[in-house]
């Protein structure tokens, strides 16, 4: 299978940034959102890439873990 990019016509990156901006509270937060969305990173766990926005959540690797059983014990809290 091969994806092809189809770009949307009527969308508007100044448009999207003033939304990011109000919803973020300012231009700095809007800045590290779109940092946060342009920059990947690589999950240690199963070794796909994921944006630098969603760090805590890697869903494969998440998905994953949930079906391994888990044995935790009180120390696993330290």
Not at 20 to 37: C, I, Q, T
Request: charged share 25%; glycine share 4%; hydrophobic share 35%.
């Amino acid at each position: 299978m091969i994806a092809e990019h189809v770009p949307n016509r009527q969308w508007d990156v100044h448009r999207w940034v003033a939304t990011v901006r109000r919803a973020k509270g300012g231009s700095r937060e809007a800045y590290w959102r779109l940092w946060g969305l342009t920059h990947f990173l690589t999950c240690s766990t199963c070794d796909s890439a994921f944006p630098v926005c969603e760090l805590d959540m890697c869903a494969p690797a998440t998905a994953r873990l949930s079906r391994r059983p888990t044995h935790s014990s009180p120390d696993d809290d330290l």
